[in-house]
């Protein structure tokens, strides 16, 4: 059964640091693009980044670029997010998802990677004082 399940969320004070974990089971993530989103309360899903599979490609959304780093280890079916100098506008549930990847590459469309077919169940991040 395909399945994806994220981890590494939690409380972090605005300016800190968390890593973000996705962990693929019953399929390979050869040849599929990978992404994460979030969720604010209130507020509706948004891209965060996402990463081609072949070319390793990668878009991030303006408001997160130069502060996160979307990574892959096929090998261990991980897809990773490094979420640094945190703010409080960052907090929400985050997703993981993936997919075929998208042939056509045109980084002027958010999140172009792929066809998101996959997705995880979403784990917390709170960035609070």
């Known amino acids: 059964q395909a399945q994806l399940v994220e981890s590494g969320g939690g409380l972090v004070q605005p300016g800190g640091s968390l890593t973000l974990s996705c962990d693929a089971s019953g399929f390979t993530l050869d040849y599929y693009a990978v992404a994460w989103f979030r969720q604010a309360p209130g507020k509706e899903r948004e891209g965060v980044s996402c990463?081609?599979?072949?070319?390793?490609?990668?878009y991030y959304a303006n408001s997160v670029k130069g502060r996160f780093t979307i990574s892959r280890d096929n090998a261990k079916k991980t897809v990773y997010l490094q979420m640094n100098s945190l703010k409080a506008e960052d907090t929400a549930v985050y997703y993981c998802a993936t997919g075929p990847q998208n042939e056509m590459v045109d980084s002027s469309i958010p999140m172009y990677c792929g066809i998101y077919d996959y997705w995880g169940r979403g784990t917390q991040v709170t960035v609070s004082s």
């Open positions: 990463m081609r599979d072949s070319d390793r490609r990668t």
